[in-house]
């Protein structure tokens, strides 16, 4: 089992900047890798982005791509997600997600969630 805290979130203007956190406890050996997702009122949760935990490779959601960077510290037990060039259609709770693998078994766990409000 893995426990996962999210802190950063909060209020900004469209154009600014957020940086996401999230920590990872528990059993971090298992991790594949880890990510986010975000959820407007009103609609499905979306993939963001998400780090393989080994080789740090990314992969993000075109809304993503060239406006937000997640990076990781496996040391820490640890992934960011900076978010530039903010827009108003961001407003979303944003949620830490890991992917843990035992073999071919695998098992997502989540975070609690941060607000994100972007004002135009």
């Known amino acids: 089992q893995v426990q996962l805290v999210e802190s950063g979130g909060g209020s900004v203007q469209a154009g600014g900047s957020l940086r996401l956190s999230c920590a990872a406890s528990?059993?971090?050996?298992?991790?594949?890798?880890m990510g986010w997702f975000r959820q407007a009122p009103g609609k499905e949760r979306e993939f963001v982005a998400v780090?393989?935990?080994?080789?740090?490779?990314?992969r993000y959601a075109d809304f993503a791509e060239g406006r937000f960077t997640i990076s990781r510290d496996n040391v820490k037990n640890t992934v960011s997600l900076q978010m530039n060039s903010l827009k108003p259609e961001d407003t979303a709770v944003y949620y830490c997600?890991?992917?843990?693998?035992?073999?071919?078994?695998?098992?997502?766990?989540w975070g609690q969630g941060t607000q994100v409000t972007v004002s135009s």
């Open positions: 997600y890991a992917d843990l693998r035992w073999g071919k078994v695998k098992y997502d766990y």
């Open positions: 528990g059993r971090t050996n298992r991790v594949y890798a």
């Open positions: 780090v393989n935990w080994s080789i740090g490779s990314a």
